[in-house]
C-alpha cells in the first residue's frame, strides 16, 4: 500500500505526497487563480503559515 502524506508547507501550499513523491500542489492562501492548485500566488500575497505534516494512516 502506498505511503500518503499532506505537507503544509511554510508560507506556501499543501503538498500531496505519495510514496515521497510530490503529485499535488494545493493552494492554502486563497490567492490562486487555479484553484484548488497553486500558482504560486502565496509569494506576492505575503502569505505566512507554519509548516506541519499529516501522514494519512492505512
Do not use: W, Y
Not at 3 to 8: D, P, Q
Amino acid at each position: 500500500m502506498p505511503t500518503v502524506e499532506i505537507v503544509a508547507s511554510q508560507n506556501g501550499p499543501n503538498l500531496l505526497k505519495v510514496d515521497g513523491k510530490v503529485v499535488a500542489a494545493l493552494c492554502r492562501c486563497g490567492h490562486s487563480k487555479h484553484k484548488p492548485n497553486c500558482d504560486g500566488s502565496h509569494r506576492t500575497a505575503a502569505f505566512t503559515s507554519p509548516e506541519a505534516v499529516v501522514e494519512v494512516l492505512k
